[in-house]
């Protein structure tokens, strides 16, 4: 890093601000430079007699007298009169503290660099760098020019873009080093300067000649009591940088380390005392003084804190949250990990508040291609890894080509060279054989794969090609065997190009290469008359970043094909995207953001605010027409236009499941108990294989999507549930997730609004059996009459199950075990094997059925099936047993609710309460049409025939229940519709006040998802905001 040349000062001027008794004719004295080291001195230089650890300059005053030193900085009265003796030879400057009047004067000396930058110190003994990098890189996202000055090294980028580096010495460099650099960052353009300030500078006034416009505290831990002999010394210290070095209306950030509780960490974890609360505690009067307008701002994991999360997740691939500051919500997504992190990044968040960064200021990481596209190109993962082998890509499809590039890449030395190539179909015939003899000679391994056949059988040219391998003495094995055993040699023929590639990127050594060739730049395969994309970079890179632990990153490019959408304006081609988002909430930087509209809301409305979070690119909906879309911004990124931005969307999710095409999928509808049935198939799949599920109500025309592009390489199953209440739905969910195995659980009367009548649901759900793949598996439940009738239609191979003794998977000796699940015997053809499972009722037998149909279906034993069900556990408010403190037993069944499946929670409690009494809290079952008054008062009269003794039902259906109940012999007292759920708590637990429920006694919570009945079961927990009533 380059010196700034300074003119000579005058050292009157220097001593502008210096208390300070001087001896000699200071008037006169011109300094051309300032030193601390006597070795270093030159004619004409200031010397500084610092104290130090082991030596003291006052010590070597002689020596830089000797080299000329025109002045001499000294402390008072030390061992008498330092002046005494030298006066006559140098001008001489008396002061307390010669660290103190050194910062001042190298200041002084360097014209005070600090005053024209905006300076942001931190200090703490852990976090400070990290911290430092988080707030270097967002500063930069809102186009500031930084300079850093810390313990990795100082650097920054001068005017013309180069990057300037130093070593450091130290955290905090000595006050000359410190003010020169500042003075040569205010000299290029350097606005604002990020400071580590360790607790040595502050105790040893390094700093001193600076002012800060931001202070922060990170944490406080031992380390350096040997310096600063105890905790509250090293506190001390630590505090100087908010009472000694902040300006008058600086802003603090003081990091606390309560827990998200708000009780202090250290009370559970060996830290010592909350540090941070006590600093913010002792500065906080300097926000009350009148001669300062200085702000405190607290960041930590408690809410209490101003900066803090809403959310977060950590784990090995990283931290994602969403994190609640003064100026708004950010949502963060990062590769570091650990909590630790989460901290430097609220920490971080709070500086930038503080300085007045914009929050939708967020990095943009920028990527460079260098080279041609497909032409020797390297593929690797972003950012490269020490564990990834070398990936090319190339176009060769000639033996001489094939043999040039082989050359070279032989010629970097890797411990293997593997070639994954094919011939075209429909070519010249005759090259095979000796492209085979070229790749054999030339490669370790080789995985012959398809190219384009064409109208060819991809098998006639796979065959013809391993005729050259075959004299080569490379050995014909599985690519697992020959790749994972180290120096092993050998060939493998693997027609499925995807399947191809995946082995030999995830396979291979770090220390290998991988030659990919024949496509290059080209981004299809033609199979018979077909053209499917197909693009040997795209599917290389996904491998290597699911070897590294990375997500997908989709180019511009790429969604224009999938979704055959065009650009609003030109950009370039460099341009990729790491994920899809649909949710600004949620949005990371770098995602593409598709803009979903909706009855109620358009999606462009939140364009800007996803850009501002760090969206790469835009697709919008537009239909083709001469004006442009209508944005309240000027978008700097790609903005993609298409038709329908929710059919890209599945357009994008169905591309992404077919570059797993191999990959088996499981499609789940029904009307009732599909939730379940997923969360069953999951568990025992879980056992045997990677599996994608869905998550949470992810089930429709937005949610499925997102699902599938969670895809990941190692995932070896996907299992995916359909929802819907419109026709035409469940066939473009098949549309996209293009399953292998389906199930329609059952077929009952929901929806009907959207449906009409029975038969609607059924011809709705049917769009799952009707677009099955030819070689698909029909998951057929025997004991449903329209599921076994609308199987029959099907060519398709058929796996059955129910309770029928003629299902191929059956139960027998079925037991109740009352609020701990159900037993039973697990029939799988002429296999047998006892079962227990954690939920409640017969529905739940079959529902367990479903799932080991299924789990059958992918090739699984029935032991296996049988252990993936007992480790089974009810979803979130479907079936979940709780007791309550006050003994209460409560089936809380409240994700939803129709005529068949509240029926089934009925008898499942009639199942299970033997002796004891029960409730049923009923909230509405929604979209059911014109019949719904009828069939709420079903479900009444039920609740009576059922022997139930009380019936709390709300919503506005809630007296049709209630009526009918009563009309069925239940007595109207216990009987009765309430208008708030307050209410109809505060009845239940007048019950048990009154001992009409009591220890044992069950309580069913159920209703349709609008209606969160959940809130209920809240209410009986807490015991809060119950009204006790009467009902109405």
Not at 544 to 569: D, F, K, P, S, Y
Not at 661 to 675: D, E, F, R
Request: net charge negative; with cysteine; aromatic share 4%.
């Amino acid at each position: 890093m380059p010196g700034l040349t300074t003119a000579s000062k005058k050292l009157e001027h220097l001593l502008t601000g210096v208390e300070c008794k001087t001896t000699g004719k200071v008037e006169s004295v011109m300094i051309k430079g300032l030193s601390a080291d006597s070795r270093t001195v030159g004619p004409g230089d200031l010397f500084a007699a610092v104290a130090g650890l082991n030596f003291d300059g006052h010590d070597f005053i002689d020596q830089a007298i000797a080299n000329g030193c025109a002045a001499v900085l000294v402390n008072r009265e030390r061992n008498g009169s330092p002046a005494a003796g030298i006066a006559e030879r140098v001008a001489v400057i008396e002061v307390e503290d010669t660290r103190d009047g050194l910062g001042l004067i190298a200041a002084n000396y360097f014209d005070h660099p600090g005053r024209h930058l905006t300076m942001i110190g931190i200090t703490g003994t852990n976090g400070k760098t990290t911290t430092s990098y988080l707030v270097e890189a967002m500063l930069k996202s809102c186009t500031k020019r930084v300079g850093i000055i810390g313990t990795v090294n100082y650097r920054y980028d001068d005017r013309n873009g180069k990057y300037m580096e130093m070593a450091a010495p130290f955290t905090t460099p000595e006050p000359i080093i410190l003010q020169s650099l500042l003075r040569q960052m205010q000299h290029q353009g350097i606005t604002h300067v990020v400071m580590e300030v360790s607790s040595h500078a502050l105790a040893q006034k390094r700093i001193t000649g600076l002012t800060f416009d931001v202070a922060v505290f990170t944490n406080l831990s031992r380390e350096h009591l040997d310096f600063h002999g105890d905790m509250n010394q090293y506190f001390a210290s630590k505090k100087l940088l908010f009472t000694e070095y902040l300006k008058p209306d600086g802003k603090m950030v003081i990091m606390q380390h309560k827990s998200a509780s708000g009780s202090d960490l250290s009370k559970e974890l060996p830290l010592g005392p909350d540090w941070g609360s006590r600093m913010a505690d002792e500065l906080q009067p300097l926000c009350s003084s009148p001669e300062k307008d200085m702000i405190l701002m607290t960041c930590g994991m408690s809410p209490a804190c101003d900066v803090h999360p809403r959310h977060y997740s950590v784990d090995l691939q990283g931290i994602r949250g969403e994190i609640k500051t003064p100026a708004g919500d950010i949502t963060v997504e990062t590769p570091l990990v650990g909590e630790f992190n989460l901290r430097n990044i609220l920490c971080a968040a709070g500086i930038g508040i503080a300085i007045g960064c914009d929050i939708t200021c967020l990095q943009k990481g920028l990527q460079a291609v260098k080279g041609i596209p497909g032409r020797l190109q390297r593929i690797a993962s972003q950012p490269v890894t020490t564990e990834e082998p070398a990936v090319f890509v190339d176009y060769a499809h000639t033996p001489d080509a094939l043999e040039n590039v082989l050359d070279a890449l032989r010629q970097l030395q890797p411990q293997r060279l593997v070639c994954v190539f094919g011939c075209g179909g429909d070519r010249d015939h005759g090259k095979r054989v000796l492209m085979g003899e070229v790749a054999a000679r030339l490669s370790d391994v080789v995985i012959v794969t398809s190219d384009n056949p064409r109208s060819e059988s991809p098998e006639n040219i796979l065959a013809q090609i391993e005729k050259g391998l075959a004299g080569s003495g490379l050995t014909k094995q599985s690519a697992e065997s020959i790749l994972l055993e180290e120096d092993s040699r050998g060939y493998d023929i693997i027609a499925n190009r995807h399947e191809a590639i995946r082995k030999a990127v995830r396979l291979a050594d770090n220390k290998d290469i991988i030659l990919i060739s024949g496509k290059g730049h080209e981004d299809y395969q033609i199979h018979s008359s077909a053209r499917i994309f197909f693009d040997d970079r795209l599917e290389a890179e996904m491998h290597l970043q699911a070897r590294a632990g990375q997500q997908l990153n989709w180019t511009v490019q790429w969604i224009q094909q999938i979704t055959g959408g065009h650009l609003l304006e030109p950009t370039s081609e460099n341009v990729t995207f790491n994920n899809i988002s649909t949710d600004t909430r949620t949005i990371s930087p770098g995602n593409l953001f598709v803009a979903l509209t909706g009855e109620n809301f358009d999606g462009k409305t939140f364009a800007k605010q996803a850009v501002g979070k760090g969206a790469a690119g835009l697709l919008i909906s537009h239909t083709p027409r001469p004006d442009l879309p209508s944005l309240d911004f000027e978008p700097q990124m790609p903005v993609i236009l298409v038709n329908d931005s929710l059919h890209a969307l599945g357009d994008i999710a169905a591309h992404r499941r077919s570059w797993n095409q191999n990959l088996p999928v499981v499609a789940i509808t029904g009307s009732s108990g599909k939730t379940t049935v997923k969360e069953m198939t999951s568990s025992i799949v879980g056992r045997q294989y990677c599996h994608l599920k869905t998550e949470g109500n992810l089930n429709n025309l937005i949610g499925l999507p997102l699902t599938l592009l969670q895809l990941k390489p190692e995932h070896e199953v996907a299992i995916l549930e359909m929802g819907m209440n419109r026709p035409g739905e469940i066939a473009r969910l098949t549309e996209i997730a293009d399953p292998d195995i389906a199930c329609i659980v059952n077929i009952q009367q929901a929806h009907l609004e959207g449906l009409g009548d029975i038969q609607g649901v059924a011809q709705a759900k049917n769009e799952l059996y009707a677009g099955l793949k030819p070689g698909g598996k029909v998951i057929v439940n025997l004991d449903d009459d329209m599921v076994r009738s609308l199987a029959g239609r099907l060519t398709h191979e058929k796996i059955t199950y129910g309770f029928d003794p003629q299902a191929f998977v059956r139960a027998t000796r079925i037991q109740s075990l009352g609020d701990t699940g159900m037993a039973f015997t697990l029939h799988v053809g002429t296999e047998q094997t006892p079962v227990t499972i954690k939920a409640l009722g017969r529905h739940n037998v079959s529902n367990s059925l479903a799932a080991a149909a299924m789990a059958y279906g992918l090739g699984m034993g029935i032991n296996d099936i049988a252990a993936g069900l007992s480790s089974f556990t009810p979803y979130d408010k479907r079936s979940c047993v709780e007791e309550l403190p006050s003994g209460l037993m409560v089936l809380n069944d409240s994700y939803n609710a129709n005529p068949s499946s509240m029926l089934a929670a009925l008898q499942t409690i009639q199942d299970v309460k033997k002796n004891h009494r029960a409730a049923a809290v009923l909230g509405d079952m929604l979209e059911l049409g014109p019949n719904s008054p009828e069939l709420h008062a079903l479900i009444g009269k039920s609740v009576a025939q059922l022997g139930f003794d009380f019936l709390a039902a709300f919503g506005p259906h809630a007296k049709d229940m209630v009526d009918a109940a009563v009309a069925a012999g239940m007595n109207q007292s216990d009987s009765r519709p309430f208008s708030s759920k307050e209410e109809l708590a505060g009845w239940l637990q007048q019950l048990a006040d009154n001992g009409r429920l009591a220890t044992g006694d069950w309580v069913l919570i159920k209703g349709s998802r609008g209606m969160q009945m959940e809130n209920v079961l809240e209410l009986l927990r807490s015991n809060r905001n119950i009204k006790q009533t009467t009902g109405n």
